[in-house]
């Protein structure tokens, strides 16, 4: 298996637009987050939990933390992929993980990894899967631990500084 077959299915093509060009000459930060936001709605829409989902049941996702890592820069024109990996999940939660991916030249670009609640959107407050979507979260969490656990998964964010040894 190739590294990037160990990333998980693609979900999201796209080509960097200009208009996501910041003045430092590559993509600005908002667009990694808006490529990888669509990503995730195409896995929802895969298992029946986008928008058609949230019109007929009253019942969405919402993001409660994710964590972004950049790691290559991507220019105007660049053809990418989103990788998506699934975690973990319960009855109202669920863990996944996308890497965006440079689609010609193989490189990671960048990383998100990312918490997500179901919420029934009339009252705004926590609710529960259905058996039905729960069997099919599970499906998936199973598939995807062929997958390895990603090295980024669970990074904290802080200045790294050597430790001083002990007296000193």
Known sequence: MSNE???GPVTLEATVKEEWIDFNGHMNMAYYILL???ALNNF???IDLGLDYVRTSNRSMFALENHVTYQHELSQGAPVKVHFQF???DSKFIHYFMRL???DEHLLSATMEQISLHVDV???RPTRFSEDKLE???Q???DHQKYPVPREKGRSIGIRRPEKAAGK
């Open 5 to 7: 077959e160990q990333y």
């Open 36 to 38: 990888f936001d669509q």
């Open 44 to 46: 929802l829409e895969s």
């Open 87 to 89: 975690l973990d999940m």
């Open 101 to 103: 991916v440079h689609k």
């Open 122 to 124: 009339t009252e705004r």
């Open 136 to 138: 099919v979260l599970r």
């Open 140 to 142: 998936v969490c199973e």
